[in-house]
């Protein structure tokens, strides 16, 4: 369906993404994680050529977008805000896409805005948040693309709204096989949707992964010792999610068994194994740098 190719991008003086490699699948919903300035974004606006890569290519069923523009039209980016719908209604907004995109559909757009009761008079910038998220998407999907990027589509919206948005996803690959590129940090949204995620971590991808078998690969552990581990537990470079005297709540690879070793040796009171969530592995894998 879509392949990224070796993409390669430098902004003032650094290099943001390094030889990136992924190829999306028809119908699935992929989720690109990252910490803030990661270059998710940088990657999204890569794809869809608002940026020009250093090197690099991406394909849409073998055929260069770069040297191809038409083929964009099957690829829609919706961005974290969209300056460029501010001064437009609903009706004038539809006008315009029409004129871009001939399978732009008319009656399912009608049909989305009804059903969330989004208003079709009101000029874009006069909406709430999760109402420009509702119409941005409504629109997208109303193109008929065969991919859409999503930046942080849920952001700053509330629990009603992020659940019809996700609810819309869902039904939009189901319905119609499209495939989905969503960045998000509502990492519950992402294990929600995603069949599969992969992070960009040191300007490289990294763990493209189901995640359901990320989840398989780690594990929570909440021990309890007879002596303080936390200075050991940092220098062994054992992610501590909580702490609370000698109560530990740790995140770990399964495959880590010198650490499981480790913490054997130490003869724990307590050593309960849990399920992990995405969120918690998120913390373990990015917040090593920060809190261990």
Same mark, same amino acid.
């Given at each position: 369906?879509?392949?990224?190719?070796?993409?390669?991008?430098?902004?003032?003086?650094?290099?943001?993404?390094?030889?990136?490699?992924?190829?999306?699948?028809?119908?699935?919903?992929?989720?690109?994680?990252?910490?803030?300035?990661?270059?998710?974004?940088? =990657?999204?606006?890569?794809?869809?050529?608002?940026?020009?890569?250093?090197?690099?290519?991406?394909?849409?069923?073998?055929?260069?977008?770069?040297?191809?523009? =038409?083929?964009?039209?099957?690829?829609?980016?919706?961005?974290?805000?969209?300056?460029?719908?501010?001064?437009?209604?609903?009706?004038?907004?539809?006008?315009?896409?029409?004129?871009?995109?001939?399978?732009?559909?008319?009656?399912? #757009?009608?049909?989305?805005?009804?059903?969330?009761?989004?208003?079709?008079?009101?000029?874009?910038?006069?909406?709430?948040?999760?109402?420009?998220?509702? =119409?941005?998407?409504?629109?997208?999907?109303?193109?008929?693309?065969?991919?859409?990027?999503?930046?942080?589509?849920?952001?700053?919206?509330?629990?009603?709204?992020?659940?019809?948005?996700?609810?819309?996803?869902?039904?939009?690959? #189901?319905?119609?096989?499209?495939?989905?590129?969503?960045?998000?940090?509502?990492?519950?949204?992402?294990?929600?949707?995603?069949?599969?995620?992969?992070?960009?971590?040191?300007?490289?991808? #990294?763990?493209?992964?189901?995640?359901?078998?990320?989840?398989?690969?780690?594990? $929570?552990?909440?021990?309890?010792?007879?002596?303080?581990?936390?200075? +050991?537990?940092?220098?062994?470079?054992?992610?501590?999610? +909580?702490?609370?005297?000698?109560?530990?709540?740790?995140?770990? $690879?399964?495959?880590?068994?010198?650490?499981?070793?480790?913490?054997?040796?130490?003869?724990?009171?307590?050593?309960?194994?849990?399920?992990?969530?995405?969120? +918690?592995?998120?913390?373990? $894998?990015?917040?090593?740098?920060?809190?261990?």
């Amino acid at each position: 369906m879509l392949q990224i190719k070796k993409l390669t991008k430098t902004l003032d003086g650094v290099e943001v993404l390094k030889e990136i490699d992924l190829t999306l699948e028809s119908g699935e919903i992929f989720g690109l994680l990252g910490r803030n300035g990661s270059g998710k974004t940088t =990657l999204l606006r890569c794809i869809q050529q608002i940026i020009q890569p250093d090197k690099g290519e991406v394909l849409f069923e073998n055929v260069s977008i770069f040297d191809h523009p =038409l083929v964009k039209r099957k690829v829609i980016y919706m961005p974290v805000q969209n300056p460029a719908y501010d001064r437009y209604s609903y009706k004038q907004l539809v006008r315009t896409l029409r004129t871009l995109y001939p399978d732009f559909d008319v009656t399912y #757009a009608n049909e989305l805005m009804n059903r969330y009761g989004v208003p079709e008079t009101k000029k874009y910038r006069e909406l709430s948040t999760g109402l420009k998220k509702q =119409l941005g998407l409504i629109l997208a999907f109303a193109i008929r693309p065969a991919v859409i990027l999503l930046d942080e589509p849920t952001d700053g919206i509330d629990a009603v709204t992020r659940h019809d948005l996700l609810q819309l996803m869902i039904d939009e690959v #189901a319905h119609r096989n499209t495939t989905i590129l969503i960045t998000s940090h509502r990492l519950e949204d992402i294990e929600r949707i995603c069949n599969r995620i992969a992070f960009l971590e040191d300007n490289q991808l #990294a763990d493209v992964l189901n995640v359901d078998d990320l989840k398989e690969n780690y594990v $929570k552990l909440q021990l309890a010792f007879n002596q303080d581990l936390t200075l +050991e537990m940092r220098k062994k470079g054992i992610p501590i999610l +909580e702490s609370t005297g000698v109560f530990y709540t740790v995140v770990m $690879k399964q495959e880590d068994r010198e650490s499981h070793e480790w913490l054997r040796s130490h003869e724990p009171k307590i050593w309960n194994e849990l399920p992990v969530s995405l969120e +918690e592995i998120f913390i373990a $894998k990015f917040g090593g740098k920060r809190r261990w």
